[in-house]
């Protein structure tokens, strides 16, 4: 019964209406909670007694950076499916989720230099979490290029995977490495750790925002990979027949 | 294991045909070695400090700079589709196809870089460790950059998209490679250092040949 359920999906034929039906419910509701998440954060949470008002970046700041590393896992896991089951929907998923990857890791680095110009005064520290979210960003960038380089899709879709997996083998060796080298070259470096005593409030509008980015990135990889489905399917019987596609064909010959 | 060292003579050989093309990256190993005191300053003790960086860092580029020819000649003439049909299994061959590699571009940088370490004022234990260290870690960059340049292979513009693709998956190998000179000159010893880079040589070894192979089939069937 569940296997018949994700055979049937697997195939971009089928996923395609699904997707679209899906992506405006994750869409809304990661408007709903992020504004939700925003109000809590920036009127209800209180003034940091330490950090001022400056620490109400981390609403935003904690969940891309957990979002771009959580993503990059779901890419390997895609590549892994794609790569051992030979579906074509897990490439372009991968594909898809590849691009809000790239900008949660840039959003984080981003934040986080405005969070530490205030907190450290300095837009940048060669912290062990700073610089292995740096490569990681770098890891997307090369994922992308690839996959764009390679004109056919088949092999960019398998190439990309194999890159993924390699990434995904590295990251925890980058981690422990640049955290080793960092121990090494400074004493007393900069903790990004706080104590755990956060405030309840503060906590709930981290997760809510944590919730509405996740609910953001599905609704984007839904969405992405309907346009990926249509470019590469676009000869086939099924999309010509699709409403809006017909529509528009005919539209333009007649 | 015959076809194993057959592929790494014949690699062997026709790089010595042609040598203009090994020495080059080993004379860009020396350029950037020489430009580096020419932008920081002749100040030795600051050369000292930035040695095993810099040192590093070149001979990571120079590795990188070869890893396009790894490839490229036997898939524009078709040696690497027998290769993918030939008994010994095209796993074993690009295995060989990255030692010859390593000895090509590899090992003469680690000969070359205690001459150069002595340039930056290192003490002797400190060259001794810098050799070892890329003894060790040369053989990781002609692995991982295996992976790289299989998946770029045929690919518009691959010889920059290359360096985004293998830089970032150095940075371990740089880290610790550099890291076992430098725990070296201020006394903490290098056998941590030198024993993670080991292991690392070691993973690479084991899975980089398959990946490369998994790669390059991919490349042939499009």
Sequence with gaps: ??????????????????????????????????????????????????QGEGYRIIFVH????????????????W???????????????????????????????????????????????????????????????????????IEDPRR????????????????????????????????????????????????????????AFWLYTIAMALYRVRGIILHRERDAKWVRTLPDVAMVTNGGTK | M??????????????MRRKTEVITAIFFFVVVAALFPLGIGPEMTTLRLVAPG?????????????????????????????MALAPTGLTVLVAAKVVAHWLLSGLPLVVLAPVLGMQFNLPADALWILTLSLLIGTPVLSLIGAIGAALTLGVRGGDVLI????????????????????????????????????AMALIAAVLSPWASAAALRLALES
């Design chain 2, 2 to 15: 015959s076809g194993f060292t057959a592929v790494v003579k014949r690699d062997v050989t026709l790089a």
């Design chain 1, 79 to 149: 590549a892994l499916l794609g790569l051992t089951l030979n579906t074509r929907l897990s490439g372009m998923m991968c594909r898809a989720l590849a691009p809000t990857g790239a900008i949660c890791a840039f959003l984080s680095l981003w934040t986080g230099a405005l969070w530490g110009k205030p907190m450290w005064g300095t837009w940048w520290v060669w912290d062990a979490r700073l610089t292995s979210e740096l490569i990681l960003f770098f890891l997307y960038l090369g994922y992308i290029a690839l996959t764009n380089a």
């Design chain 1, 156 to 211: 960019a879709d398998k190439a990309g995977g194999i890159l993924a997996l390699v990434g995904a083998l590295n990251v925890p060796v980058i981690y422990f490495s640049v955290k080793w080298w960092n121990t090494l070259h400074q004493g007393a470096s900069v903790s990004l750790s706080r104590g755990s005593s956060m405030e309840q409030t503060m906590l709930t509008a981290m997760l809510v925002m944590a919730l």
């Design chain 2, 163 to 198: 360096a985004l693709l293998v830089l970032p998956l150095y940075v371990p190998t740089l880290i610790f490679g550099a890291g076992a000179v430098q725990a070296e000159i201020s006394g903490l010893g290098a056998s941590a250092h030198l024993s993670i880079l080991m």
């Design chain 2, 54 to 82: 810099i040192l590093w860092v070149g001979a990571l580029l120079a590795s990188m700079l070869s890893l396009g020819r790894l490839f490229a000649a036997d898939y524009a003439d078709g040696t690497l589709e027998q």
């Design chain 1, 62 to 77: 904690v969940p891309v950076s957990w979002m771009s590393m959580i993503i990059y896992l779901a890419m390997a896991f």
């Design chain 1, 1 to 50: 019964m569940l296997s018949k359920f994700f055979y049937h999906y697997a195939s971009p034929q089928h996923f395609y209406p699904l997707a679209g039906r899906l992506w405006p419910w994750f869409a809304l509701g990661a408007a709903g909670l992020g504004l939700w998440g925003l109000w809590l954060g920036f009127f209800v949470a209180p003034t940091d007694f330490q």
